[in-house]
């Protein structure tokens, strides 16, 4: 009997490969291809007046050298805006290769193909290029201030500026009985994939076909921007996503100037090319995320309800924007959490600078909106001198006002609605998981040993699912093997195995004989990617519809052979039979030969095959409305995104006299939906929870007035090791199935970071008795904090 | 300006491979592209996210901090070496797979070879000690703690506890 594998902890295919070291990553590939070197802008901003390749040519080795006057066509325009919108009125995106100006370090100008990467590098290294230096715009604030432009004709270094909101924010706030004002920032961090990026290509000049792998989140996006600017037809190119090594969102930017570069190339030349993005390069020249500075004006009622909320904030998208507002849309709409205040108002502008750009790392904007709303709540708690909990709890949505509609538009364009959700009995998991109600006793317990602790909590909803489709198409052999493919990508996530267990379950054959591809873009054209935790959603039910396509095919198939009805007849471990009679039915494979008008005998199953009749002797032997094979292909496309949502706590200790943040407990409630693999959803809530971690206590770009990347480095900037992230993480599910899809799917994926900033913010200020409105707070920081406050008590004393 | 090539014999999983190499070449290139044993992976090229550590002599080296050319006169083991005899997943290995230990793999290797030298020395970890044993490698899917589960796991299958 088959066992239902939906919901069961399965173990991942994708495994023993991997663990043999038998995995294929970019760098792996095409052994013997020339490989490139990129030369980067050593400075934030500057004019190029010159540059001389010359020495270069004589270098042994080397096959090619190109600057932005080699391109031409549409290679030589400016780099795709891919995402445009009205309020993104200066709109801008760099060249392939750098023409007249740089606006950030690490900027490509050059790129040279060798026979090594060894000698293309020293051959980047006797370019010289004639820079006139100026003057960068580096912070937030220096891009307010505007005194210096990234771009001369981008007034106020403003790319957007964008107002939503719903009722009368300002009125309701200046008439409530009580109002508080916060500054916060947030610094900037980056996706870092232990994988940089890369790509090899090869051109096929018989066929007159690229082939293009590339460690990307979007094949299909690669290809059309591969196709467009190199001038081919979509049917010339193919793209392969290869073994990921992580993605975490800055894979999801596309196309890179290296995922043009190296193809055309590669066209040019006539032999495959190479690109392997090295660790330094990544840093200086591969998207970061996270920097905003917020200011939240609020008003409230004596029980805390939000009356009026009005969030005002700046978001340094860097130096160009080639994806355009999708972060800071998502802070603006997102920092509602799971909350329903009466009126609000937010506005943001996003701003130039001349530092890498900024698209989406994991969260995409949420952990910046949660950070801005999970502080005010603390901060009313405070004001009011109530538990925190408390305060969320009158300002959550309840169960039965789903669903909700908060009037504002998503990131996707659609309404912001709230498919589902039960907050109060997430909030009351929560609350058991960590202790909350018996914290006080343990506070007390280790004041008098002379320690010092705190509790902290942080909701969030996540639009997880985004639009606008996923398809899966679906080819049952004559072997009765299952092939499935997927359009979008995988960086391990475990798809193989996830969609593996949804066929099984829905066409009732053993996993074992189901295998999954992605990311290939001659095996499903259509796809969009994987980013926003949406390849559950998306691709999980497109896989499941297609699934059912293909289970009433072989049902209407073997009905004829067997001379039964479709209702009577079950599949179970990959036979169908009348229901109830094992030993009376017919293989899928048999039936997928059926399928089949062209019947050579190559194999057993066509043999067997002899012994069923199907299809009308007077009729063509393919039905107009039929086609060959045992096949199902479909799409699927909700109508807008469903929201996930989750509660973090955290218990930390910190240090009187070193400031360090020791974590004593951390606990996560999480509400995804229903689970496809519960081991694979609480591996990425591990994942996030680390990567939290790194943001809220670690990570941050240090940039110099320069314009200098200072720790561009993993020497130096801190990413957790495991001695940095909580010895274990309690975890408690609630299944609040979304009504939008047949499965009743949330996405997971981005989850375990969201509240992080915002859950450690609340930890250390309970700790500590000191606001916290900056993050990431290191020991030093934290240190410094004590300082200032004690400084500002003891002049509060001087004057009284 | 031609680069002088220097016969190299490495020693790889129990087998020699005689190559010609520059002085300047990483040992994990040389793995990697001379050999084609892709299963070395490189994180970061300046020996902090340990995704290239291999076993020299039994001992885990960061392969990109070490040249092809000083590593003659040694036994190399890599991820590829690290299968039972039959082919089977080592017991390093199948506890990763028990314990949901990898998610893209791609710093899975180094952790692999790191384990397998840091249970020769200690087969009996406690879980501190386990955390210890893995706290030179970066991972930025996992989190880790399945991670420090494997090691623990690890260690039980070493000492035949199927």
Known sequence: ?800 | MTESLHAVRLTVNGVAHDVEVPARRLLSDALRHELRLTGTHVGCEHGVCGACTVLVDGRPMRSCLMLAVSAVDAEITTVEGLAEPDGSLGAVQQAFKECHGLQCGFCTPGFLTTITAGLAENPDPTREEAREMIAGNLCRCTGYQNIIASVCRAAELRRGDR
Request: aromatic share 6%; proline share 6%.
């Open chain 1, 1 to 800: 009997m088959t066992t239902k594998l939906m919901g069961e902890k399965v173990r991942r295919v994708e495994d023993a490969r991997l663990l043999r070291g038998e995995g294929r990553y970019v760098d792996d590939l095409a052994p013997g291809a020339l490989e490139v070197a990129v030369l980067r802008s050593p400075h934030a901003h500057a004019r190029i007046k010159g540059i001389d390749v010359d020495p270069v040519l004589d270098v042994e080795g080397v096959v090619a050298v190109y600057t932005y006057d080699d391109l031409s066509g549409p290679m030589a325009e400016p780099l795709p805006l891919l995402i445009p919108h009205p309020a993104l009125t200066h709109g801008r995106t760099q060249y392939a290769l750098a023409k007249d100006e740089v606006n950030y370090a690490g900027e490509a100008v050059a790129m040279v193909v060798a026979e090594s990467r060894y000698v293309a590098e020293d051959a980047v290294a006797l370019i010289r290029v004639d820079y006139e230096v100026l003057p960068p715009v580096v912070g937030i604030d220096a891009a307010r201030r505007g005194e210096r432009l990234v771009h001369e004709d981008v007034p106020g270094n403003v790319a957007a500026r964008l107002e939503q909101g719903s009722g009368d924010a300002e009125a309701a706030i200046a008439a409530a009985p009580h109002r508080l004002s916060l500054d916060l920032t947030v610094e900037r961090s980056a996706s870092t994939p232990m994988e940089g990026r890369g790509t090899v290509a090869r051109w096929d000049p018989d066929t007159k076909r690229l082939l293009v792998w590339s460690s990307t989140q979007t094949s299909t996006g690669v290809r059309a921007a591969v196709a467009t600017k190199l001038g081919l037809g979509l049917g010339q190119v193919d793209v392969i996503t290869p073994d990921v090594g992580g993605g975490f969102g800055v894979k999801i930017m596309h196309p890179w100037p290296e995922e043009l570069l190296v193809p055309m190339a590669a066209m040019a030349l006539g032999r495959p090319v190479k690109f392997t993005e090295d660790r330094r390069e990544h840093f200086i020249s591969s998207a970061h995320e996270r920097g905003q500075v917020q200011h939240v004006d609020v008003g409230f009622d004596e029980d805390g309800r939000l009356l009026g909320l009005s969030v005002e904030f700046w978001h340094d998208n860097g130096a160009y924007t080639p994806y355009g507002l999708i972060v800071p849309i998502i802070t603006s709409t997102q920092l509602l959490g799971p909350y329903k205040p009466r009126a609000y108002k937010v506005v943001f502008e996003s701003l130039y600078t001349n530092t890498v750009i900024v698209t989406p790392y994991r969260g995409a904007g949420r952990p910046q909106g949660v950070y801005a709303m999970e502080r005010t709540m603390d901060a009313i708690a405070a004001y009011l001198g109530k538990d925190r909990t408390e305060v969320r709890s009158v300002n959550f949505i309840q169960p039965d006002e789903f669903p909700y509609d908060h009037g504002m538009t998503f990131q996707d364009g659609r309404p912001l609605i709230y498919d589902s959700g039960d907050y109060p009995a997430s909030l009351e998991k929560l609350k058991a998981l960590v202790g909350w109600d018996e914290f006080e006793s343990f506070r007390q317990e280790a004041r008098g040993e002379g320690r010092r602790v705190g509790i902290g909590l942080a909701c969030y909803v996540e639009g997880t699912g985004v639009g606008p489709y996923e398809g899966a198409h679906i080819n049952v052999e004559t072997t009765g093997k299952v092939k499935v493919a997927i359009g979008l990508t995988t960086q391990g996530q475990g798809h193989q195995t996830a969609f593996a267990q949804i066929v099984a379950d829905e066409l009732g054959v053993p996993f074992e004989d189901v295998e999954v591809t992605s990311g290939d873009t001659r095996r499903m054209p259509y796809a969009v990617g994987t980013f926003a935790s949406r390849a559950a959603v998306m691709s999980g039910s497109a896989v499941a519809l297609a699934a059912r396509q293909t289970r009433t095919k072989a049902l209407r198939i073997a009905a004829e052979a067997l001379e039964a009805a479709e209702d009577d007849l079950e599949i179970v471990d990959g036979q169908i039979r009348v229901k109830g009679a094992p030993g009376t039915g017919i293989a899928l494979g048999t039936v997928a030969v059926l399928s089949n008008p062209l019947r050579y005998a190559f194999d057993e199953a066509s043999k067997l095959a002899t012994q069923f009749v199907v299809g009308d002797p007077t009729k063509p032997p393919v039905a107009e409305d039929d086609e060959p094979g045992l096949e199902g292909k479909d799409f699927y496309s909700p109508e807008r995104s469903t929201f996930a949502n989750g509660m973090h706590a955290v218990i930390v200790e910190t240090d009187p006299e070193t400031a360090e943040i020791k974590i004593l407990k951390y606990a996560v409630v999480h509400d995804c939906g229903n689970l496809i693999n519960p081991m694979i959803v609480e591996g990425q809530i591990h994942g996030g929870v680390a990567q939290g971690v790194g943001g809220a206590l670690y990570e941050r770009m240090a940039y110099d007035a320069n314009g200098q990347l200072l720790n561009a480095s993993f020497m130096d900037f801190l990413m957790p090791y495991a001695t940095e992230v909580p010895e274990s993480i309690d975890i408690d599910h609630l299944e609040t199935p979304s009504p939008l899809n047949p499965l009743g799917l949330k996405g997971a994926g981005e989850a375990g970071v969201i509240p992080s900033a915002a859950v450690f913010a609340s930890a250390i200020e309970d700790a500590e008795g000191i606001p916290v409105r900056a993050m990431p707070i290191s020991p030093s920081e934290l240190f410094e904090l004590r300082r200032t406050h004690q400084h500002e008590a003891d002049q509060h004393e001087e004057q009284s």
